[in-house]
């Protein structure tokens, strides 16, 4: 799944750090989620949404591969 975190996250002014700690996660899951090497939970998904003020599918664009 591609994501647009590093996009959104940059567009607010924030940093990883202070990302993670809205969030209450750490750096390395911010890195890991903007890597796409990690797939937050839904709830992490919802509410990172809901701080960039956009809708779950416009942060993370699920891939045809994701569901075959």
């Known amino acids: ?3 647009k975190v ?6 607010y002014g924030l940093s990883q750090d202070r990302l993670a700690e809205k969030l209450g996660v750490s750096r390395q ?6 890597k796409g090497k990690y797939n ?4 992490l998904a919802m509410i990172m949404a809901q ?8 942060l993370f664009i699920l891939e045809e591969e ?3």
């Not at 899951?29 to 903007?34: A, F, K, N, Q, R």
């Not at 937050?40 to 709830?43: H, K």
Request: net charge neutral; charged share 35%; no cysteine.
């Open 1 to 3: 799944m591609k994501n």
């Open 6 to 11: 590093s996009e959104y996250r940059k567009k």
């Open 29 to 34: 899951t911010i890195i890991s989620i903007e």
């Open 40 to 43: 937050p939970s839904l709830p």
């Open 51 to 58: 701080l960039f003020e956009t809708n779950v599918e416009s």
């Open 66 to 68: 994701d569901y075959k």
